[in-house]
């Protein structure tokens, strides 16, 4: 799936700021972030969405996120942590690979879902330092 960004990441031929992975899934920073922290949970193994995804790396995915996310609320402390994952364009899916969003929220702030304005290439990683650090 060389059209695919997230296969590119996972075969290691695009970059990212990882915080996790195993034989089955990878968590990175999202390099759309919607707020600081926004991390990316998915199956290493394609699969386009909810529909198609196998169910032991859609369980892997869940467990994960839920890994990440309370390393997220360790690392940055957030009000909450919205847990988000789109299927199809209708929906609001940009990139045809299952994944879930790990989006630390703040009291009062505007949610949006795809800003698509890069973030800070040091930022990112620093997020994905303070994450990494704070996985138990």
């Not at 970059?15 to 034989?23: G, K, L, N």
């Not at 529909?51 to 609320?73: K, N, P």
């Not at 909450?80 to 703040?106: D, E, K």
């Amino acid at each position: 799936m060389s059209e695919c960004i997230f296969c590119e990441i996972v075969a290691g031929r695009a970059p990212c700021h990882q915080v996790y992975e195993d034989d089955l899934v990878l968590g990175f920073m999202d390099a759309f972030p919607v707020a600081p922290g926004h991390t990316l949970v998915i199956p290493k193994q394609h699969a386009e969405n909810l529909f198609e995804i196998r169910a032991e790396c859609l369980a892997a995915v869940s467990r994960t996120s839920q890994a990440l996310a309370l390393g997220v609320r360790k690392a940055l402390d957030p009000d909450g942590v919205m847990v988000m994952q789109l299927n199809g364009a209708a929906a609001g899916q940009t990139v045809f690979h299952y994944h879930t969003h790990l989006i630390p929220r703040a009291e009062g702030s505007v949610l949006s879902l795809h800003p698509r304005i890069p973030g800070n290439t040091e930022e990112l990683e620093s997020m994905a330092s303070k994450i990494r650090s704070a996985l138990d």
